[in-house]
């Protein structure tokens, strides 16, 4: 994918200097050439071909992640009990003394 997108600027560079070159062109035309008929439409083409290896990054890491989380111990939790609730308040309900 990468030679054929090398090729392809290589041609709109030759585009570009033929066209800056020439009696009638401008460097004007010629840069507008360039990025017009050169890096903008490649810009598209390789960022829509690389969207399925963008989306394969973002599910690994998503999938690390969650593995990651499942490995986690439990008892990292700060209630005493482990289970990750909030505790409950320390003092006793009105008429249940202990």
Do not use: N
Request: glycine letters at 8%; zero cysteines.
């Amino acid at each position: 994918m990468y030679l054929i997108a090398i090729a392809w600027i290589y041609v709109v560079l030759m585009m570009a200097v033929a066209e800056a070159t020439s009696s009638q062109g401008t460097v004007l035309g010629a840069v507008i050439t360039f990025l017009l008929y050169g890096l903008l439409p490649l810009g598209i083409v390789l960022y829509i071909f690389a969207t399925p290896a963008r989306k394969r990054l973002i599910r690994e890491r998503l999938t690390r992640e969650a593995a990651e989380r499942a490995a986690a111990p439990m008892a990292a939790s700060t209630s005493p009990d482990g289970g990750g609730h909030a505790p409950r308040d320390a003092t006793a309900a009105e008429g249940k003394e202990s």
